[in-house]
């Protein structure tokens, strides 16, 4: 299969097979949109606004600063923050320094953090002032390199009359104390003139971030991504993203210039709310909406809802989770969210009565997409046009970019259409390797026809339309008696009964087929449902040996902070059982 020309007769009509014009440093997209758009709205948080030019004078001082530091041309550092309005700056000020970022789970403990800090050498570190999220830094960068610490607080992206009346009710959080050698944010922001050091980048060989994957499965990696991973996916995105920006209206690419309002309820430490979200809110010249905590409120997600009716958000790259509280709530009918036009789903499989479920209550139109930290992160998408999406899917490789399915005993050799096998990725976004790992690099890249490819470790096919279906994961899949089972073909039928809130399968040991499968339930919000209830449902609608044997009732399912339930963690319980 060649990038001139996937083998489909689905492709959209008016996108191109590739891209051109992405090698250049990440950078420059604020750097444009500030000259494009200046007084254009940025960022918003809590009422507060931002303007391109704004935000670009904060990133060019914050890169004068750290130079001023010691910080040379590929030191990271690394950003330990929520969602609040300093990211944007803070990550652009590291790129124009020349340096790479490292970014970090805010919910992560002193240790997980620690790790982060000593694995990718990082030098300078910023936080929030939080009573939380401070100590946790103070604690982490004991024992590593880190000589710079930059505390981040609210009070001065607030509108100023709440950030007066916060002051008053002592409502802003901050920390108890803080360390005398720790700066802050705001000190630095009045004391460095706008002027960022003349860093030459060649986007295609220095590295711009490095993001930890892997937790899930063992000890986390950090994926070492380029600036051309990321400009080459903001421009496939563009060309690849068509909304219909009137009702009934022809589909084109995103209106640019602040057309369009991005809700920002991924986390931007995690590549798919940082790349479908910040990045390409900012490439966009297009308003971005801080959402610091998608769950706060009574009941949760709430206050996420409130942001969509406030500020008219009209695109909002997800995770399923996300839709499902969405389409979950009990109070959604109280809340207009028919101003989304599209969404972006990721992370995780979309089940197919999900984003049914949601497009009836907002009107607007759920793209499944496909990727990994490693690939910064899509590499592939369904069409934005309803008439040729096809639910269930994820759609077609990106411009430019080649996926393969390979064998599963060898992971060279090509397997038939239609064969499952394991996925394989060749393009501009794939990331240069694992930082400081050379053995894992060894195992997950292959040479085929000259090109290089990443093996994801995910299991899937290309159907007779060119589709390309993910099965599962390959560590996920349940031997049943020598039967293949997939757990995301049990759960997308499990989603299908009205009660049913959130669904993962897993495989547990059995002495008679080897393994039997096990189904975790979460009902809907006043549900109740017993487990002969279930097994009639699955009987009616699964085969045999696919059936759930055990079925569990939870209050909450374990999820990761991007929303992925982890199975990992319900098989890691079943093992201690046993």
Known sequence: MTLNQWPTTKWPVGVSHHVTNYNRPL???????????????????????????QVKNTADRIANF?????????????????NIPHYPAIFFG??????????????????????????????????????????????????????????????????????????????????????PDHLFFDQIIECYPPEAPDIQ????????????????????KGAALTHSNFTYNLRALEEWTRLSHTPNGNPEIIKRGGFHT??????????????????????????LVCIPDPRAGDPPFTEVLKA????????????????????????????????????????????????????????????????????????????????????????????????????????????QRGEDGEIAISGPQVMKGYWNKPEENHVVFREIENKRYFLTGDIGHIDEEGYIIITDRKKDLILVGGFNVYPREIEDILFQHPKVAM???????????????????????????????????CKQHIAGYKRPKFIEFRNELPVSPIGKVLRRVLRDEEAGKQ
């Not at 991924?266 to 940082?274: A, D, E, K, Q």
């Open 27 to 53: 950078f420059k997209i604020l750097d444009e949109s500030a000259r494009d758009y200046p007084d254009k709205v940025f960022t918003i948080f809590n009422g507060g606004t931002k303007t391109f030019s």
């Open 66 to 82: 750290l130079v001023s530091k010691g910080i040379k041309k590929g030191d990271r550092v690394a950003i330990f923050l929520p």
């Open 94 to 179: 590291i790129l124009k320094a020349g340096a790479v970022c490292v970014t970090c789970n805010p919910l992560y403990t002193s240790s997980e953090l620690n790790f982060q800090l000593k694995d990718s050498g990082a030098k300078a570190v910023f936080c929030m002032d939080h009573a939380q999220f401070y100590p946790t830094t103070s604690e982490a960068i004991k024992g590593t390199e880190i000589t710079t610490t930059v505390i981040c607080n609210i009070k001065s992206y607030l509108p100023k009359w709440k950030a007066l009346l916060g002051s008053l009710l002592n409502k802003i959080p901050r920390a108890d104390q803080h360390a």
């Open 201 to 220: 980048i060649i986007a295609d060989e220095d590295l711009a971030l490095i993001i930890y994957t892997g937790g899930t499965t063992g000890v986390p």
């Open 262 to 287: 991005f809700l920002g309820v991924l986390p931007w430490y995690h590549s798919f709310g940082m790349t479908t979200c910040m990045m390409t809110a900012c490439a966009s010249g297009n308003r």
């Open 308 to 415: 969509v009716e406030k500020y008219k958000a009209t695109i909002m790259p997800a995770v399923p989770t996300i839709f499902i509280a969405f389409t979950n709530h009990p109070n959604l009918n109280k809340y207009d969210i028919t101003s989304l036009m599209g969404c972006f789903s990721g992370g995780a499989p979309l089940p197919p009565e999900v984003c049914n479920q949601f497009e009836a209550k907002s009107g607007s139109v759920i793209f499944e997409g496909y990727g990994l930290s490693e690939t910064a992160p899509v590499a592939s998408a369904n069409p934005t046009d309803k008439s040729i999406r096809k639910i269930g899917s994820i759609g077609f490789p990106l411009p430019g970019t080649d996926i393969k399915i390979l064998d599963l005993e060898t992971g060279i050799n090509e397997t």
């Open 503 to 537: 669904a993962a399968v897993v495989g547990v040991p059995d002495v008679t087929s080897g393994e039997s499968v096990k189904a975790y339930l979460q009902l809907k919000p006043g549900e109740t449902a017993t487990e002969q209830e279930i097994a009639d449902f």
